[in-house]
């Protein structure tokens, strides 16, 4: 084997790209890619927190899930085109959009989110609840130390 193996760096790298290409080949089936679920499931998180009163815009999504705007337009305009989210004039800023979720979104959402927790059981296959949890815990303690 090539040192890297041993290397942390290497290690979370390819585990990331290993578990995103897993996921986005269940996703197929959706016609739907990994970053099209992302802004997918932060609406849909978002909705089933705040209710239909509320709204996200572009910007919001991006920041959520530190993306940037651009990359994120694109991604909503397929959405768009697929007919997953519609968007419309923001009434508090006639210069943004806001971005909602189509009932056919709705629908398919939760088997999407079901396909994700299947890759994530076949990735984590063969660790403890234990183990499962101090990765939970290190991954997170990571991902705050990079996002603060």
């Known amino acids: 084997m090539f040192k890297e193996v041993d290397d942390l760096k290497f290690l979370l790298n390819k585990a990331a790209r290993l578990t995103a290409h897993h996921f986005n080949t269940k996703l197929k089936e959706f016609d739907i ?9 932060c609406l ?16 919001n999504i991006a920041e959520f899930l530190s993306a940037d705007r651009p990359t994120v337009s694109g991604v909503i305009y397929r959405l768009s085109q697929k007919g997953l989210v519609l968007s419309a004039i ?4 006639r210069r943004s959009q806001i ?7 709705r629908k398919i959402i939760p088997y999407m989110k079901q396909l994700g927790d299947e890759s994530i059981k076949e990735a984590t296959e063969g660790l403890k609840k234990d183990e499962i949890e101090q990765l939970k815990i290190y991954l997170a303690k990571i991902v705050h130390n990079l996002t603060n």
Not at 47 to 52: F, L, V
């Open 44 to 59: 849909y998180d978002y909705e089933r927190s705040y209710g239909m009163k509320d709204y996200l815009t572009p910007a």
């Open 90 to 93: 923001n009434p508090n800023d």
């Open 33 to 41: 890619t990994l970053p099209q679920f992302g802004i997918l499931l």
């Open 99 to 105: 971005i909602r979720l189509t009932d056919k979104a």
